[in-house]
């Protein structure tokens, strides 16, 4: 049992006040909004919050509120079943409400980098545990007995010895009375009832029902639709309006400009927007809107060189350069080609890796490169906003909310407690809503238009307005000995305008002579964090790559990965190493046994993978088949380490989303640019992944574990990538350098 302090949640506790059936409340001040809509549980008549996580029902029913974006993670549920867990809750008397944005509660309400779990996993587990607590000692006072002697079940309370028991919500009032206890305790995982268990989706009856969950199904009275028109390359800026038209068109309100982001603005991390100045069309209605945008007569132009400010996620000031010019991939190629062929930045160096190359009885060359890529989320960018001279109300899909409150005040020149931002379910992220200019936009036009208005893009806006996966390459090098063995690696990888380079995972560490270099390329489209952000595409690369280097030596591939990691557990090279050899080796020993390694399958061509990344492990094996001349993946297994697995069901979703995630993406995806502009911009140029193209079987694998959670949103997507070139190569006995691997004119069977 752990034994924690509430310390991090004390600040919550605001008050203790009377109710007007006599009971008391000890409540969060957020909480106060909360309007529970369960489907078939009977409301009760009066709710008595016990912390800023949870209030109860005097009939026992228990609301508990998730703080972060859901972006289809399913925290809105997983997050829940942490605090009910430590509460002892029956979770059928359970409803989820989503959390608005509160900043004097909570910490990081974001959805990224795959750390809503892990960062929440004591932290809301201490919210249950702590309603428990006093709760217990509610029903110690009225029995007189021992706080030590009363035990909970399934939302009841029970002194074994005198028999007696009474339910949650019975001393729900008495509970608010008690003071909120300095520490403590939590369960023991092997006493977990609810975390480990399968639980379905709270929001999933509305979401195949099609009832308002996302940021498109707001509406409120009096509501204005806004549009925006923006350059049409990246590299151009305004240069004239003519309107005339537009504003005679029906239903329209107004015409006008805004800079989304003044010259003098300090831009935080999640501020990307790579156009100026924009054109704002508002009118009654949707289509109205679009109508009148298409009679804008617009003129623009180059933009110069040019610097901008902006923080880190950290915190830091840097200084970004804007270069001007009209951009095209067959440039981007070029230089990335010519970057990689210099030396780039050294950022890791173990032995002497030179030496090593010069008596190598053999060396292995390669190259790999992918394209930038869009998100499309299946939900286009939006937000409403009604901002006034008193406060700024926004509504809608942001995986960054903490960080937009800020951005928005800023900009408005409000207090940041008059800022109030609101989370809808989001149709997509993926990291695409980091970025919240679009928020912004929203309230800037709501500011200038004195009304409630709703922004939103067309797929043509969202696919042409950034922000993308950057474009990629990475050269590597192996030697071998005369054995056969290991004895150099070198990477060398950049990207426009960022590298994907992770100096410090394997095979740093296994490789007695190894050199790590980067490099990046400066540009004026706007970048940004992408599923598994430059993972994506590393991984796949170094698993192609190693996977070459194994059949050069002849070895299995995965005994080949399982001995290099081997030299890690027994001895390692240099103290940076950022993952654990023994977990990665885990689930390559656990992949091979559940896909059955080695074992013939006619027509069945496999190839495998294994990427540590988001501080968790995943291992890949894919079994593809040609059929009518075209790759066909027919299975996939996965094995993954998570540490402990929450909700079973909702991480068996993840990982299977993510494997077709993965596999779409580097089959099919590619973003490419013409004189600065997209040449895709919707999905008739952009291909994704169809229906009949995903795998028909995904199995799923985690690994037992008693570490606490880590990440999965992400981690399975990157290498899937590194075992579907895999299997390609070994249908086709070519092996694939340039992603998308299906748009390199390749003949099949």
Known sequence: MTVIKTSIGRRSFLKTSALAGGGFMLSFSWLAGCKPTPETLELPKEWFELNGYLKIGENGLVTIMSPNPEIGQNVKTSMPMLVAEELDVDWKNVIVEQAPLNTSVFTRQLAGGSQSISQSWKSLRMAGATARRMLREAAAKSWQ????????EASMLYHKASGKSASYGEMASAAAKMEVPKEVELKNNSDFKIIGTSRNNVDGKKIVTGQPLYGLDYRKEGMLIAMIAHPPAFGMKLKSVDDSQARTMPGIKDVFTIKTYPDDYAQQWCDVDSFPELVVVVGNTTWEVMNARKALKLEWEPFADHEISSSTFWGSTVKVKVPGGLESSAQHAKVMSELSAKSGKVVRKDGNPEAAFKKAAKVVERSYTAPFLAHNTMEPMNFFAHVTDEKAELVGPIQTPEYMEKSVAARLNLPLEKIDIQMTRQGGGFGRRLYGHFLVEAAVISQKVKAPVKLIYTREDDMSFGVYRP???AFYRAALDENNN???????????PESPLFANRFPAGAVENYLAESWTAESNISVGAFRAP???FI????QSFLDEVAEAAGKDPIQFRIDLLNRVVNNPVGENNDYEAKRLIGVLELVRSKSNWGQDMPEIHRGVSAYFCHDSYVAHVIDLKVEKGKPRVEKVHCAVDCGIVVNPIAAINLVEGG????IG??????????NGTPDQTNFDKYRLIRHKEAPKAIDVHFVESDVDPTGLGEPPFPPVIGALANALYKATGKRHYQQPYLGEGITWG
Not at 659 to 662: I, L
Not at 665 to 674: C, D, E, I, R
């Open 659 to 662: 494997s077709v995630d993965g």
């Open 145 to 152: 007995v021992p706080v030590d002697e009363i035990t909970t």
């Open 539 to 542: 991984a796949g690369a170094e």
């Open 471 to 473: 474009a990629y390459h």
């Open 486 to 496: 290991l004895i150099a690696f070198h990477v060398k990888a950049g990207g426009i």
């Open 534 to 536: 430059a993972s994506n």
């Open 665 to 674: 993406h580097a089959l099919y995806s590619g973003l490419t640019f013409t």
